[in-house]
């Protein structure tokens, strides 16, 4: 039978549940409710209870009653329920994930969500899903359908929402998806519009080579996905070629992809390549939003919305000692390339961003960070963008990928 999870605060949407319990049951589904309230369920018997999902997350329900914090609650159920979750998917007892909620059901069901891997049907009904919704996407599938009117009751407004979502979710959950006719194995690989030669020319060289390319843009959201498809087990290998998103977290742009860009790969034991692409620049929007303590930066008007700042040699050197700190701690192989002519499209001779002993900073910090460690350092006398960089990484990653056994 197919299981669909149901995950929410059963104190307070208790009856709403039982409901769409009674619709997925209608669909052929077994649903498994999942109590993630602190108070008293209301109309429904939960499957895992709100006392085991608090203790999942390493407390006690009497004590987060007594406290009264909600925000508190809120955080303790939502790892507890992310925790609960994973145990029934890595017991082969989850096809799909459904949750209805306000803004604190929506933030715990979404973060149990986010629990899963990519491709494991997630829908969530939520008062919230009309705003910014990032929050509770974040680099996975999450599917949102907003409640129109607030969770309270089954009404004739919400009894067709969530009748539709009952369906979608069942349809998902027990639709085939055909394979494609030629599946090879998957590589991401990073991409920024100043590096997009480079990746364009690492791109056609693995295809050629008999792998699938997944490009992400470079813009915060593209990392995070990367990240989380990293986390998926579903690639052969990384191809991490434009990091600029960690100049971005460190300075205070406006396309940081959070502090855990570049650890996923590593973490889960993924072969990955990678080069110090675009860290030259820290991402703003128009140049009136740049803020005032960068007044005195060297600015580029990329275009009307997005203004580049050329980062310093002080933090190309940070840079270049978190990036090594986190390719030490990978699990898997490790190659880093340096292109000693320049990172971006801008960072060439005679560019707007040219600043050799900049680079030069980051790159003897690449160099010390790496040192004595299985990461394998590739110095090349090279443009990011000259073809035979990307080509050289591309090649590179599909020797690591092959050693691994990972194209079968």
């Known amino acids: 039978m197919t299981t669909i999870v149901l995950i929410g605060t059963l104190d307070t949407k208790g ?12 669909h052929g589904c077994t649903p498994f409710v999942v109590d993630a309230g602190t108070g008293d369920p209301d109309g429904i018997v939960p499957d895992v209870s709100n006392v085991a999902v608090a203790r999942a997350a390493d407390s006690d329900l009497a004590e987060l009653r007594a406290a009264g914090d909600r925000g508190a609650a809120v955080a303790t159920m939502s790892e507890g329920a992310a925790a609960v979750l994973a145990g029934l998917y890595a017991g082969g007892r989850v096809d799909g994930v459904l949750a209805v909620g306000g803004s604190g059901g929506s933030a715990i069901a979404a973060r149990a969500m986010r629990e899963l891997p990519i491709g494991v049907p ?63 194995p998957l590589v991401a690989a990073s991409m920024f519009g100043v590096t997009t030669p480079a990746v364009e020319a690492a791109r056609a060289r693995l295809e050629e080579l008999g792998y699938e390319v997944l490009v992400f843009h470079a813009t915060g959201a593209g990392g995070r996905a990367l990240e989380g498809l990293a986390e998926s087990g579903m690639l052969a290998g990384v191809l991490d070629l434009t990091t600029t998103e ?22 889960h034991g993924v072969p990955q390549v990678v080069a110090p692409g675009a860290l030259d620049m820290v991402n703003f929007g128009p140049r009136d939003t740049v803020p005032d303590r960068f007044a005195d ?11 580049l700042m050329r980062t310093t040699a002080e933090e190309m050197a940070e840079l270049g ?9 990978a699990r898997g192989p490790v190659a880093l390339y340096l292109p000693r002519r320049g990172v971006s499209a801008l960072d060439a001779e005679g560019a707007a961003f040219h600043r050799p002993e900049a680079d030069g900073e980051c790159f003897a910090e690449l160099a010390k960070g790496v040192a004595g460690s299985p990461v394998e350092l590739v110095d090349l006398d090279l443009h990011i963008n000259d073809p035979e960089f990307g080509r050289a990484m591309a090649e590179r990653l599909d020797l690591m990928i092959k050693d691994a056994g990972g194209t079968t």
């Open 15 to 26: 009856r709403e549940y039982a409901w769409l319990r009674d619709r997925l049951r209608e």
């Open 122 to 184: 997630k829908l969530l009904v939520s008062t919230m899903a009309s705003g910014e919704v990032s929050p509770y996407v974040g680099a996975k599938d999450v599917t949102l359908t907003y409640s129109v009117v607030d969770i309270a009751g089954v009404n004739r407004v919400s009894r067709r929402i969530l009748g539709n979502a009952a369906a979608a979710v069942a349809g998902m959950a027990t639709a085939s998806i055909p394979a494609g006719a030629d599946e090879r």
């Open 297 to 307: 930066r060297d600015l580029y008007v990329h275009n009307p919305t997005v203004t």
């Open 246 to 267: 960690l100049a971005d977290d460190l300075v205070g742009g406006v396309l940081s992809a959070g502090p855990d860009r570049l650890t996923a790969a590593g973490a």
């Open 321 to 329: 000692r978190r990036i090594a700190g986190r390719l030490r701690a």
